[in-house]
């Protein structure tokens, strides 16, 4: 009898494992994560995210000319920088220009602005410099 109730016992288990894991499997998509990839088309938009999401801003930069852009002091404390790379470019030559890729984690709801503006890192603030602008709703 004994043995009866342990095959018993197994057999339930590997139900609920497979109720779980299907529960798991079809869980709805907009409760997952999304990643935005923002481009400079996308200069001066509106773009919804989500707590959990991750925000990527992709923008062409010169760096042989010693402009860079940098996430202005301004810019919204709703995002966290997580991290910043740059691409190389398709042709060596000196000269040819690069990508900035800046990721960022949204922190809270809110609304806010992402301000970045592209500076020479060395050079006084300048109020005609070139900014990106991109306005953001946090759900």
């Known amino acids: ?3 009866s109730r342990s095959v018993g016992w197994i057999h339930s288990s590997r139900w609920l494992l497979l109720v779980a894991l299907l529960a798991v499997a079809y869980h ?4 997952r994560a999304e990643t ?3 481009t400079d088309a996308d200069k001066g938009s509106e773009v919804h995210l989500k707590v959990g999401d991750t925000l990527e801003v992709r923008l062409k930069s010169n760096p042989s000319t010693g402009f860079q ?3 202005h002091k301004e810019s919204t404390p709703l995002l966290k920088l997580d991290h ?3 691409t190389e470019p398709a ?5 040819r220009p690069v990508v900035q890729v800046f990721t960022f984690e949204p922190l809270r709801a809110g609304n806010g602005v992402l301000l ?3 500076v020479r890192s060395w050079e006084s603030p300048d109020p005609n410099e070139e900014r990106f ?3 953001l709703v946090i759900e």
């Open 69 to 71: 852009w940098f996430v």
């Open 1 to 3: 009898m004994q043995r």
């Open 84 to 86: 910043q790379s740059t």
């Open 28 to 31: 709805p998509q907009s409760a």
């Open 36 to 38: 935005k990839v923002i």
């Open 116 to 118: 970045l503006h592209y």
């Open 91 to 95: 042709d060596s030559a000196p000269g």
């Open 133 to 135: 602008t991109l306005r």
